[in-house]
């Protein structure tokens, strides 16, 4: 009952991202690297820390960082906590128990850092050139790029860039088994990868079909956000 939307392919940054983007930029140490989720959770602390209001981000990052803050925990805890109001790493974040996927845009100007999931992450590149690093490779994404990474492929996605539009996805191995689980015998490219991304842990880090830009499956991608972001009864059907 939806009417199609049309996603742009700029979207303004938002007051988190200005904010995020001035901290990136007067950290010089940060250029060209990307970071170990210690050295994220010193970031962040570094981050809540010095900057006195932080805009409040979109619901998946709205984490009550004001209540950690004043619970007292030692620096190690309150690190930690941090990281994981804004880490992928915190999959109970992103994809809650009911849910088989979920579907955000990459925050721009976080900086870059090593991850990993037990769940497919999907990537959609609406604009920009969005690169993203395994260890000892890097793939660069352009407007039309899918890549989807293995559960348990080690990758970090850095976004800096005002004209970068990244969709993310998290969609958990048991509902991509349920979903390929009759072409799984055969041999072809998708086929392969899903298998050894299922059954022989790690042995395929990734899949990525470098696409020019697809108007149908960018509408399809921004209803279903728009699905998730309603929280209606069959929404997860529905996405699914």
């Known amino acids: 009952s939806m009417k199609q939307p049309t996603h742009p392919p700029y ?5 988190l991202e200005k904010q995020l983007k001035r901290c990136f930029f007067s950290r010089p140490d940060l250029t060209g690297k990307i970071l170990t989720p210690d050295e994220l959770s010193s970031y962040i602390f570094w981050l809540v ?15 009550p960082i004001a209540g950690i803050l004043s619970a007292g925990a ?7 906590a941090l990281a994981a109001c804004f880490s992928e790493q915190d999959e109970s974040r992103y ?18 850092h090593w991850h990993t999931s037990d769940s497919f992450e999907l990537y959609y590149v609406f604009s920009g050139e969005c690169p993203i690093h395994f260890p000892g490779e890097t793939v660069v994404c352009h407007p039309g790029s899918v890549l989807i990474a293995a ?7 850095p976004c800096y860039g005002d004209d970068r539009v990244l ?3 998290l969609v958990r191995a048991s509902t991509f088994e349920r979903v390929f689980w009759n072409q799984l015998n055969s041999q072809n490219l998708m086929s392969v990868f899903f298998r050894q991304a299922l059954h022989q842990g790690g042995s395929a880090a990734y899949l990525w079909f470098d696409a020019p830009r697809d108007r149908e499956l960018e509408d399809l991608l921004t ?9 209606l009864p069959y929404s997860s059907q529905m996405v699914n």
């Open 74 to 80: 030692d620096t190690v805890s309150l690190k930690k």
């Open 151 to 157: 559960p348990g492929a080690l990758h970090a996605t």
């Open 49 to 63: 820390t010095t900057q006195r209001s932080l805009p409040e981000a979109h619901p998946p990052m709205a984490a």
């Open 223 to 231: 209803c279903m956000e728009q699905e998730l972001s309603q929280e």
């Open 95 to 112: 994809l809650p128990e009911k849910k088989d996927i979920s579907l955000d845009r990459m925050m721009r100007y976080m900086p870059a």
């Open 167 to 169: 969709m993310t996805s």
């Open 11 to 15: 979207l303004p940054k938002s007051d």
